[in-house]
């Protein structure tokens, strides 16, 4: 398990420089359905290291500042957020052992879950989810996880993780 | 730690996570609530991060598209040498007719602001606002077609509902004009295409497949002439008192990376249209 002993100043640096990541990298990747999602890698990396009702109201305002972006349906995206924080935050136990292979699996499988929550909260839409679920959505998930791993290698020290090698 | 406050511990995180739950169901359920919370956080928190997207939005675009501007520039100058005859051929036949002359559509370029969340496309922001002239309800066009409408607007920017949007309507009808209907899109929760419906068809109308289907004008949103998209099948419609036609969209909202705002004609004066047939 990882020890949560990291310095929190240096964890909110590492938090802050992902959300700007999001904002001022992200839109440059091109191919936005596919590009990786900073802030989920963010509330991911912070719900491990925190208490469950915590990450769960992490995950509600990182949502809640989707659903500003994209009102399709507002409350679907803190709702998926709400409950991937509380999940992740709770699994960390049996689904965080310091493996770089497990973490990145997890986040991709953190997206996924998302962003089932969040097209079925928001209903029927043109395209039906096939697509969306098989084909755009995994693919989001495998970039955000190699995004969480380079994230993982590069600041192990200030997220103080002890990565298998 | 003792196992009581372990316990109080735990009964706090529940206590969080089922206020989250109820409050993003509140939003769901309440979409009044949840637009004002939603706008709230986009004009306050997330202002200066949209202000960053922008930038990137705009490098980027700026260098992708640069060689096809220029592709375009030239193709542009080419077609502008026949312009002036064109435009005085045009103006000699309408004044033989009576007519006067054409309203002109001005509009304003924007950046779409794309996000990561699966439903991006469903509504997108646009980096023009009401400081740009931007109105609510003016229409959203991409080079291939009609994207969709504007819904919100503040300052600096402008939220736009798109085609797949499940209450997006537009009034539209087929090349050479005979059919009629209002398009949607085609909800589905399976399927792999975003497609639209052409619905309140005539029982006695068909329209064959890879017909054009265009914006009518009619209701006032959307100008007449707009590509909306080519007819690729009939559909299904239970109760046989209408004709329902499947409509391969000729814009797609989540590839759109800049777009034309309409701006609507309530702020241009109508008077040039009406110059010929009211002087006496």
Redesign the interface.
Known sequence: MIAIRADRGRLWTVLGLL??L???????L?Y??V??????LALMLYAIRS????A??A??LV?????????????????AH??VG?LAAWGRAVFFPDNLFINGLVIAFGVWVR?VV??L????????????LL???PL?AISTALMAALVLVIFQRWLDIRLET | MAPGSDRS?SR??????LL??V???????R?QF??Q???L??LS??RP??W??E???Q??TSR?AFERLRAERDSAAHAAQFLSSLRDENQRLRSLLHLGARLPVPYVAAEV????????G??L?LSAGRNAGVRPFDPVVSAEGLIGVVRAVDAERS?AWT????EFRASAFTIPGNVFGVVG????????????QLRGVAIRDSVPSGTLVITSGLGGVYPQGIPVGTVIGQGTEETGWERIFIVRPAANP?NAAQVLILRSSADTSVARAFASDSTP
């Open positions: 959300a700007v999001q904002f001022a990298v992200r839109p440059r091109g936005p359905m590009a990786p999602d900073f802030l989920l208490r469950p009702g915590t769960a109201l995950g509600f949502g809640l500042a989707g659903d500003a972006v994209v009102p399709a349906r507002v409350g679907a995206g803190a709702l709400t409950l509380y962003n969040q097209l909260a928001s209903g029927p839409a043109a395209g039906g989810l096939t697509m969306q084909v755009w959505s989001q | 511990l706090r995180d529940n206590a969080l996570f989250c739950v409050l993003s169901i509140a939003m769901l359920l979409p949840g637009n919370i939603a706008g956080v986009r928190v997330l991060f949209l960053m997207q930038r990137a939005e490098s980027r992708g602001l794309h996000q990561s969340l699966p439903t991006d469903r509504t922001i939220l085609w797949t949007h499940p899109p085609a909800l589905q929760l399976t399927g792999s295409e975003q497609l639209l989540e």
